[in-house]
């Protein structure tokens, strides 16, 4: 059973970057497919960005060139990096791990989930 901590959510200007960060037990990043998903208020879960353990990153159209995922294996954790957020970039990131490596990404797919971090943009 995996477990996930999301944190480093919080407040920060329009233009302004964060780093999120998942910290893993229970089992490896380097053999999960690791994903960020969030969440709007009124909104459904959507997609971010997914590592997988075999092949590069993927992100959703609307982060991509200004988020970054990584992978730290020796720490077994996951980050978000953020920049040039925009105010629609508003919600709850949930940090997500799934066993497979297919390159689904829909939150249905994915088999532990974090408790989710806020990040709240502001004009």
């Known amino acids: 059973q995996v477990q996930l901590v999301d944190s480093g959510g919080g407040l920060v200007q329009a233009g302004g970057s964060l780093r999120l960060s998942c910290a893993a037990s229970?089992?490896?990043?380097?053999?999960?497919?690791m994903g960020w998903f969030r969440q709007a208020p009124g909104k459904e879960r959507e997609f971010v960005a997914a590592?997988?353990?075999?092949?590069?990153?993927y992100y959703a159209d609307s982060v991509k060139g200004r988020f970054t995922i990584s992978r730290d294996n020796v720490k077994n954790t996951v980050h978000l990096q953020m920049n040039s957020l925009k105010l629609e970039d508003t919600a709850v990131y949930y940090c997500a791990a799934k066993r497979s490596g297919s390159a689904n990404y829909l939150p249905g797919e994915f088999d532990y989930w974090g408790q989710g971090t806020h990040v709240t943009v502001s004009s």
């Open positions: 590592i997988r353990w075999i092949g590069g990153p």
């Open positions: 229970g089992g490896a990043v380097s053999t999960h497919t």
